[in-house]
């Protein structure tokens, strides 16, 4: 006769199973609006994170992924054989933060997915209004993260100079970078998803820089549009060159999270103020961004009622970064 299982055993497992339930929601909703953030130039992801709590929880989930530790993973899978490691796989899961990292990333997707299908209609109907809108972001995240700063020595100005030129000059070569090679697109995945995880740096914004941004939008939704075709029918063929593209810049963000990400963190050990002068004067010099792509778009022309629009968008996504700040309380590069 089995033995009889103790009701409050089965009540605590209960509650336990329910208080992980909903603490992958919150990490969810928590995504979502990370995702949000990210979607968009000159709004941080990674501020989301700091204002909701869980930044030092994602930065260490983030750091524990290595590759030893991944193929550590594959070993533990593996039933028998010489190549199978006598850890458990839970274990390593645990150590990664697995179902934390995988509600996080649910919830930034879902975001990323549905934030792209408004920008792109905003992008091809009410250019003037979704660049306007984009200045005052990056404008105002400029700003903030320029207060933070301390420019105390040459070498740090001259740092930034160099961070701004790069910015200021790649942001007015948008159209030429957007019809550029794969090459690229790999470039920006890695850069991007490295800024995404950093209070402040918007991966948007770099990939704005690139001019991948528009291009990057358009190719996802071609891909889930095409995918979607398949269900009633459609061509294989069209899901394969959106799909590269897409695949391709996430690989990239993968090698991103193994090196570039991890470049700028031991910069920032060692180099901190020279560092986050390089980082806000990208922010600064990509203010042409915007400007140049409305400029290298034949349906917009600058008349009164246009540049009014565009101020005015411009204010309302400033005021939008200002109020985000305010609930920061500033941005605690500290916790970089």
């Not at 394969?240 to 963190?265: D, M, N, Y």
């Not at 400007?291 to 008349?303: D, H, K």
């Not at 941005?331 to 970089?336: G, S």
């Amino acid at each position: 006769m089995p033995p009889s299982e103790d009701p409050s055993s089965t009540l605590s497992n209960r509650a336990s199973s329910e208080v992980s339930f909903r603490d992958s929601l919150r990490i969810f909703g928590v995504g979502l609006l990370m995702g949000s953030a990210d979607a968009v130039p000159g709004i941080s992801g990674g501020t989301v994170a700091l204002i909701a709590g869980i930044y030092g929880r994602l930065i260490a989930a983030v750091t524990s992924i290595t590759p030893r530790r991944i193929a550590d993973l594959l070993r533990a899978l593996i039933p028998f054989g010489a190549l199978r490691t006598e850890e458990q796989p839970g274990s390593i899961l645990n150590e990664f933060d697995a179902v934390f990292v995988v509600s996080l990333l649910v919830g930034i997707g879902t975001a990323v997915v549905l934030v792209g299908r408004i920008i792109e209609y905003a992008q091809a109907e009410v250019p003037v209004v979704l660049y306007g809108f984009f200045f005052g972001l990056i404008a105002a995240s400029a700003l903030i993260l320029w207060r933070e700063l301390s420019m105390g020595t040459a070498g740090r100005w001259l740092t930034a100079l160099v961070g701004f030129t790069i910015a200021f000059v790649l942001s007015g070569e948008v159209q030429l970078l957007a019809n550029s090679g794969i090459v690229i697109v790999f470039v920006a995945g890695a850069v991007a998803v490295s800024a995404m995880i950093l209070p402040g740096i918007s991966g948007s914004l770099l990939l704005i820089i690139l001019g991948q941004y528009v291009r990057m939008y358009a190719s996802l939704n071609d891909f889930l549009d095409s995918v979607t075709g398949l269900l009633t029918g459609g061509d294989f063929e069209a899901v394969l060159a959106p799909g590269r593209e897409v695949v391709v810049f996430l690989v990239g963000g993968l090698v991103g999270l193994f090196t570039v990400a991890r470049v700028i963190r031991r910069l920032l050990d060692s180099y901190r103020e020279a560092t986050l002068a390089f980082l806000v004067a990208l922010v600064i010099g990509a203010l042409r961004a915007p400007i140049a792509e409305l400029s290298g778009n034949e349906t917009v022309v600058w008349t009164p009622e246009t540049i009014g629009v565009f101020v005015g968008l411009a204010l309302v996504g400033g005021l939008l970064v200002l109020v985000l700040d305010w609930y920061a309380i500033d941005i605690d590069f500290d916790r970089l």
